[in-house]
């Protein structure tokens, strides 16, 4: 049961007396302490099930992209630009790319649930991560609320003249926030029917019209001129975000490093195509005056050039747009509204789920409430111009998440590859936040006022002000540097390329692990190996230096060079090559060894010739890692498959920490405190329990958290 519950005991005679005084009743102590903490998540599994091919993927990109904006902007565009406003829909789609294709990289390579917000909360710093998400529900939330005033618009032109637009999207709200409490499950299938339905007709009516198109409609080109061709770009810029909906179903697409990437990329062209032919047709039919003056154009199009059954097309084409992308907007800004809340972003209150239907109950009435006070103005331009500033916002700093993800995972495998990095990056956060300063002037005062409101409501949670305070404190910034800085990069040589030394390489590359998102510190690995075979398996996967001999030799490892190596690890195995490898290493004046042996009875052989002697049974790649980048830190289990972990450390004399209790200390939320070693003393912590030099506190929880925490407990004076 031991082997089964122990995946790494350091056997490293400065960590002995940690370990000789933490007993197995208080490592259980412990371990049971971080399973109670995590019970009432852990009995609610989140499971997902992969069951959307290249298909559906790319009808949830059409069909929230063909949403109910192209029935209604084409009459703003056209009193702003006229039929200028034609290319207006093909740049958009042309400096669309950059965005796409910066999404298809962070989809394929990160495929969780959640799209922007997650790729951001992985890759950017905590506060940046939670205005990401805030940005993208201020998009979602005032998308809603066009998708509403549309709607109403349509009822009160061709149905009920008299009826009041605030009214109508109210009862619209009203019925769709009863169903998304519900759940989706269902009306997932209706949806997609009635985006089809819409596709039908927005293209029939197309090609039928364009034997209609008339050129002097679309002369003069430019009737005001270019200035406006900003601001047009800008006002239908929430038109084209209809392929971010596909990362946010990311767990459950079938081989995501594949199918996204496609599906975005297949979402964006057919999309610009439909865009830029149906707004040609509109244009080149009616004049763009004519055109201005209707609230509905698509419907008024539709009417003048087929008559009676033309306008009932529309009609339905315009309805079923609307209200299938309220209902799925609307869900979808309930949910990162509860993902805030569920990393602690916001309040917690709005991550909690209805007993009976597990939907974001709370969340999901915050959301409506606002749909309802923004779809009141029954301003087309305006709603749509302020969701802009969530989208562009939001998806600036998505872009930028690409270059964060090259820089702190530069192995993390990546599916999908962007061309010319960082250009492509850089392209798409210009392409997007240069048209923040032209939108309405009021829209982008009120989404000014949105962010304050966000950064406010960000200061609530305690952790978030804690989290900030570190953020902007100077002196404990550049103490953090500092460590960083005498934590040097370590130029690491493994002796044996099989599966052992292959495994300590993968852990200090930090490869194919999402979890560590933050280093302490990067490896430069070299490879010693006899066989041919496994030397060139070794370069094909790690593309490092491979020197081929055997290294027990004393002339191979001078070849290597002693002055060239910080830490050599002895990793076949055989014990009895491993202990002449590190003798070996050791007579050359290599400053750290590491053996990997099997036998006890070398432990003191080898210690007793300052070399650190890890027990096989039982030392792990993330042992290995956590010597070199924690000198003083001994990881004793690692949880799971590496989902967390049981790490002790050892608080210096001069420790910033030093004289403060437990609940004065910035820990991160993700990991606590299980343990305090005090000599020969063991102490359950409590929030008043005090902090002394030499103390060896034992953290539990995720890798990165707990990172983070050793920082703050290793930090002096």
């Not at 519950?5 to 049971?32: F, M, P, R």
């Amino acid at each position: 049961m031991a082997g089964e519950c122990v995946s790494g005991l350091l056997c490293v005679s400065t960590l002995k007396t940690l370990y000789s005084e933490l007993s197995t009743a208080h490592i259980v102590q412990a371990y049971g302490l971080f399973l109670s903490l995590g019970r009432e998540e852990m009995s609610e599994p989140v499971a997902f099930k992969r069951n959307i091919g290249l298909f559906l993927a790319t009808m949830i990109g059409i069909g929230a992209m063909m949403g109910p904006g192209v029935f209604a902007l084409p009459g703003e565009l056209a009193h702003m630009i006229g039929p200028l406003g034609i290319f207006v829909y093909l740049v958009m789609g042309i400096l669309t790319i950059f965005t796409a294709l910066n999404y298809s990289e962070l989809g394929a390579a990160i495929p969780l649930a959640g799209g922007g917000y997650s790729f951001a909360s992985r890759t950017l710093p905590k506060p940046i991560a939670f205005f990401t998400g805030w940005f993208f529900w201020i998009g979602n939330t005032l998308a809603c609320s066009l998708y509403a005033v549309i709607f109403a618009l349509t009822v009160k032109t061709y149905f009920w003249p008299g009826a009041n637009i605030a009214l109508l999207a109210l009862a619209t709200t009203l019925v769709f926030t009863a169903t998304n409490l519900r759940g989706m499950s269902e009306a997932i299938k209706v949806i997609t029917v009635m985006n089809l339905i819409e596709l039908v007709i927005l293209i029939g009516v197309a090609v039928l019209g364009a034997m209609k198109v008339e050129a002097s409609n679309l002369v003069p080109l430019a009737p005001y001129g270019i200035e406006p061709f900003m601001p047009a770009m800008a006002l239908i810029y929430i038109s084209y975000v209809g392929f971010e909906l596909i990362t946010v179903a990311s767990e459950e697409i079938i081989n995501p490093g594949k199918t996204i990437p496609r599906a975005i990329m297949i979402t964006l062209g057919v999309g610009t195509a439909i865009y830029v032919f149906i707004v040609w047709v509109m244009m080149g039919t009616v004049h763009h005056t004519t055109l201005s003056e209707s609230q509905v154009p698509f419907i008024f199009v539709a009417d003048t050039l087929f008559g009676p059954w033309g306008r009932w097309a529309g009609i339905i084409a315009t309805i079923m747009a609307s209200l299938s992308a309220f209902s799925v907007t609307l869900g979808a800004s309930a949910r990162v509204l509860y993902a805030l809340g569920r990393d602690g972003h916001v309040p917690q209150v709005l991550a909690k789920l209805h007993r009976t239907y597990r939907t974001p109950h709370i969340s999901l009435f915050i959301c409506a409430g606002l749909v309802i006070v923004f779809s009141a103005s029954g301003v087309v331009k305006f709603v749509a111009s302020l969701s802009d500033f969530g989208y562009l916002m939001g998806l600036g700093i998505v872009n930028y998440a690409v270059i964060s993800l090259h820089q702190r995972m530069p192995n993390l495998r990546r599916p999908f590859k962007v061309m010319l990095y960082p250009v492509v990056p850089i392209l798409g956060v210009i392409t997007t936040w240069m048209f923040v300063p032209a939108l309405e002037l009021r829209s982008f005062l009120l989404g000014g006022l949105l962010t304050l409101i966000g950064g406010g409501v960000y200061l609530l949670t305690p952790a978030n002000r804690a989290e900030l305070r570190r953020m902007l404190d100077v002196r404990d910034r550049i103490n953090l540097w500092l460590l960083t800085l005498r934590r040097k990069r370590m130029r690491v040589l493994i002796i044996s390329g099989d599966r052992q030394g292959q495994n300590i390489a993968d852990r200090l590359l930090a490869a194919d692990e999402y979890r560590l998102v933050f280093r302490s510190a990067e490896h430069q690995i070299t490879f010693i190996e006899e066989d041919e075979g496994r030397c060139a398996e070794l370069e094909a996967r790690y593309h490092v230096p491979i020197y081929q001999g055997d290294g027990t030799k004393l002339e191979l490892l001078e070849q290597v060079g002693p002055s060239n190596v910080d830490v050599a690890i002895a990793a076949s195995d055989d014990d009895n090559r491993n202990v002449i490898t590190a003798l070996q290493a050791r007579r050359l004046g290599i400053n750290q060894v590491i053996a990997i042996v099997q036998d006890p009875d070398y432990m003191s052989l080898l210690e007793s010739n300052g070399v650190v002697a890890m027990s096989a049974p039982w030392a792990t790649a993330t042992m290995v890692e956590n010597y070199l980048d924690r000198p003083g830190v001994s990881e004793l289990f690692e949880i799971g498959t590496g989902v967390a972990s049981l790490v002790g450390v050892i608080v210096p004399d001069g420790a910033k920490v030093v004289g403060k209790e437990i609940r004065e200390i910035d820990i991160p939320g993700a990991c606590v405190v299980a343990a305090i070693i005090r000599g020969k003393d063991f102490a359950v912590p409590r929030g008043n329990t005090e902090i002394r030099g030499g103390d060896q506190v034992v953290f539990v929880g995720p890798t990165s958290a707990i990172k983070s925490a050793q920082d703050i407990f290793l930090l002096e004076q």
